[in-house]
């Protein structure tokens, strides 16, 4: 089944530790989102990538990057993981500007867990 | 000002019994879309229902449908025949602006915790 996938699951850095999560898509969808979700909050846009424009939200701190090498994957990189950066990461995709999808196809990962020690 | 708001932090149903998670919103744009989705403890975020401003019917999927009154812009979620997997967050998003060639982001509300009661 055409999917996002998200890995890994779960991930556990040190603070101050360069950490990469990814994601992968077999939908073909040209816009990747990464949202942050903390506990007990609803989801918040980082920043996504339509086909290879990158879009940052105002209030993302910049100790998070993204990376897009090619429509399937998309990567979040956080510079210097703080205690306040542990957190639900949840990528998605949509169909925005191509397929015939009424609803853009939204479609997410499962989520990454990252617990910051 | 807050885009979606959803006024029940928790909600509790007996099992087989409907429930009735509240949405409004809150956009100056004709063209929108609002979706709500689910969420078990596990984390994966799962789409339910869709409806599009232009609309005339209430969208259904299966148990699901979606209470859309316009004029008082709220999109609330009927759960019909509780079951003990329902319980969950649930989460009201609104997608702005329905052109095509622009990638628009989901706004999501602070979510409903329901829990379906045996």
């Known amino acids: 089944d055409a999917m996002v996938i998200q890995n890994p699951r779960y991930q556990v850095t040190q603070f101050g530790k360069p950490v990469t999560l990814s994601c992968s898509q077999t939908?073909?969808?040209?816009?990747m989102y990464w949202y942050q979700q903390k506990s007990s909050q609803a989801p918040k846009l980082l920043f996504h990538?339509?086909?290879?424009?990158?879009?940052n939200e105002a209030d993302t701190p910049d100790n998070f990057q993204s990376r897009r090498p090619n429509t399937s994957f998309c990567f979040l990189d956080i510079r210097s993981p703080g205690l306040g950066d542990a957190a639900m990461y949840l990528c998605?995709?949509?169909?925005?500007?191509?397929?015939?999808?009424?609803?853009?196809?939204?479609?997410f990962g499962s989520g990454t867990r990252l617990t910051v020690v | 000002a807050q885009k979606i708001t959803q006024t029940q932090p928790g909600m509790f149903v007996q099992e087989k019994e409907a429930v009735t998670l509240d949405c409004t919103y809150d956009?100056?744009?004709?063209?929108?879309?609002l979706f709500w989705y689910k969420q078990p403890s596990s984390g994966e975020m799962i789409f339910l229902i869709y409806?599009?401003?232009?609309?005339?019917q209430n969208a259904t999927e299966g148990r699901y449908s979606l209470n859309f009154q316009k004029a008082r812009k709220s999109a609330n979620l009927v759960i019909s025949a509780s079951q003990l997997g329902d319980s969950a967050m649930y989460f009201c998003?609104?997608?702005?602006?329905?052109?095509?060639?622009?990638?628009?982001?989901?706004?999501f509300g602070s979510g409903t915790q329901l829990t379906v009661l045996p």
């Open positions: 939908l073909n969808h040209n816009v």
């Open positions: 409806q599009g401003s232009y609309d005339e």
């Open positions: 956009t100056s744009d004709q063209s929108y879309g």
């Open positions: 998003a609104m997608r702005e602006g329905l052109g095509r060639g622009s990638a628009r982001q989901l706004t």
């Open positions: 990538y339509y086909d290879k424009d990158f879009n």
């Open positions: 998605a995709t949509s169909s925005d500007g191509t397929g015939p999808s009424l609803n853009y196809g939204y479609t």
